[in-house]
Nanobody
Framework: QVQLVESGGGLVQPGGSLRLSCAAS????????IGWFRQAPGKEREGVSC????????YYPDSLKGRFTISRNNAKDTVYLQIDSLKPDDTAVYYC???????????????????WGQGTQVTVSS
């Protein structure tokens, strides 16, 4: 059984930082590229980062570059998402998901993203 579990979310003030974790079981973690997504109430789900399995190359939307940092520790079957300088607009449920590759064309995150975690809530408020 494949399971992805996100953790690390919480309530933080604007300008603060969080480090989210995505831990996996039941799969060969290093065989997958991993994407992070977020979804806020009333908004579409959007990709925020992806990291490849081959060389840990990282990808971000232009609007998030400089604040979001993705990394992975295959020995721990874990991928991390560091978020700095948090803004209220970052408030969302954050999900991780597996993919054969980080394929982003014209802003579209094509995946396919096969396995998903349950999400972790990030709330940014003063």
């Amino acid at each position: 059984q494949v399971q992805l579990v996100e953790s690390g979310g919480g309530l933080v003030q604007p300008g603060g930082s969080l480090r989210l974790s995505c831990a996996a079981s039941g799969i060969t973690w290093s065989a997958y590229s991993i994407g992070w997504f977020r979804q806020a109430p009333g908004k579409e789900r959007e990709g925020v980062s992806c990291i490849t399995n081959a060389d840990s190359s990282a990808y971000y939307p232009d609007s998030l570059k400089g604040r979001f940092t993705i990394s992975r520790n295959n020995a721990k079957d874990t991928v991390y998402l560091q978020i700095d300088s948090l803004k209220p607009d970052d408030t969302a449920v954050y999900y991780c998901a597996t993919s054969p590759a980080c394929t982003i064309i014209r802003g579209r995150w094509n995946g396919p993203y096969t396995y998903w975690g349950q999400g972790t809530q990030v709330t940014v408020s003063s």
